[in-house]
C-alpha cells in the first residue's frame, strides 16, 4: 500500500464538492461478513443458481429460505467496522456526499442510523441489490421490513403474504432479475454530478453496478479504487489503494 498515493487521495478528497462512493460486499468483510468471490467466498461453497435465482425459489422455495434465514441470523450479529463508520460519517456531515451500494447486509444502515439517527432519506444508501431484512410478495406488490427469524423447517412454515397468501421471498435482487429502474437511474445520476467516485470492495464484475463509476469518468470525475486485489475498474482509476477500505477509508473520507 503506497503512503504517498494515499495522502494525494485524501488531498484529492479533501477539495472535491461532491462524491459518491460505491461499495460492495469486501467492506463488511471486516465485520465478518463473507464476500461472494475470492477466499472463503459464497459462491465457492454455494452455487447461485440454486439459491439466488427466482427459478430456484420457484423449484425449492424452503431450501432458498434456509440459506437466507442462515445468513440473515448470522449477519444480524455483525457490527459495521470502521469503513462502515467513515462512510456514515461523510454522508451525515457533507450533504454532497452519497453512498451507493450493492451490499444486502444492512451495516451502511446501521452505521448511519447510530450515527444521525434523524438522517433524511437522501443520506441514506441508495441499495441497489435489495436488502437481507426486507420480504415482499413472489405474486404481488406487498414488502415489509422484517428481521424475524424464518422458520423453513417445510413449505408450509414459510412466511406468506398478508395481502394474496402467496409466498413471501427474500428482497433482494437475485441473478437474472432487473434491478428497480427508479433506485438504478438514481445511482447513476448522482454518479455522474460526482467529482470522485471512491469504489471500495467490489470486484466490479457484476453490472449495472460495476458501470456506475463510469457515469463518473464520462462527466469528467474522477475514480478512487479502495481494493487489496486488482479489478477491471482499477485501470480507470486515479489511485487504486491496495488495503483494506477499514483502514483505508477512515483516511481519505473527509
Ligand atoms: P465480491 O465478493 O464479488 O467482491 C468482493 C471484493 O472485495 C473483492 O474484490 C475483494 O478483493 C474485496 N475485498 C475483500 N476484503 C476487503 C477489504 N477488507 N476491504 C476492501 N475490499 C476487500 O462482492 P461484490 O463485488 O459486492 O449480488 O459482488 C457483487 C454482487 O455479486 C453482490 O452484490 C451479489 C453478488 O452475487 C447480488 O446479491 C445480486
Keep these: 500500500m503506497s503512503e504517498s498515493d494515499i495522502a494525494a487521495a485524501r488531498e484529492l478528497v479533501a477539495n472535491v464538492d461532491r462524491i459518491v462512493i460505491l461499495t460492495g460486499a469486501g467492506v463488511s468483510a471486516e465485520s465478518g461478513v463473507p464476500t461472494f468471490r475470492g477466499e472463503g467466498g459464497l459462491w465457492k461453497s454455494y452455487r447461485p443458481e440454486e439459491l439466488a435465482t427466482p427459478q430456484a425459489f420457484a423449484a425449492d422455495p424452503r431450501l432458498v429460505w434456509e440459506w437466507y434465514d442462515m445468513r440473515r441470523s448470522a449477519i444480524a450479529l455483525c457490527e459495521p467496522n470502521a469503513g462502515h463508520e467513515a462512510i456514515a460519517r461523510a454522508c451525515v456531515e457533507h450533504a454532497s456526499c452519497h453512498l451507493v451500494t450493492q451490499n444486502v447486509d444492512g451495516l451502511h444502515h446501521l452505521a448511519l442510523g447510530r450515527r444521525a439517527p434523524s438522517a433524511s432519506p437522501d443520506q441514506y444508501p441508495i441499495t441497489l441489490h435489495g436488502s437481507l431484512y426486507r420480504i415482499r410478495c413472489s405474486c404481488c406488490a406487498f414488502a415489509r421490513d422484517d428481521r424475524d427469524p424464518v422458520d423453513s423447517t417445510s413449505v408450509q412454515t414459510l ?47 457484476v453490472h449495472p453496478a460495476a458501470s456506475i463509476p463510469l457515469a463518473t469518468l464520462d462527466s469528467g470525475g474522477i475514480v478512487i479504487e479502495v481494493n487489496p486485489d486488482e479489478t477491471p475498474l482499477s485501470r480507470h482509476a486515479r489511485y487504486s489503494l491496495r488495503g483494506a477500505s477499514g483502514e483505508i477509508l477512515p483516511i481519505i473520507l473527509p
Design 159 to 205: 412466511p406468506r403474504c398478508p395481502e394474496c397468501d402467496a409466498l413471501l421471498r427474500p428482497g433482494v435482487v437475485w441473478f437474472g432479475e432487473a434491478l428497480d429502474p427508479d433506485v438504478l437511474a438514481h445511482a447513476f445520476e448522482v454518479a455522474a454530478a460526482a467529482d470522485v467516485c471512491i469504489v471500495a470492495g467490489t470486484s466490479a464484475l
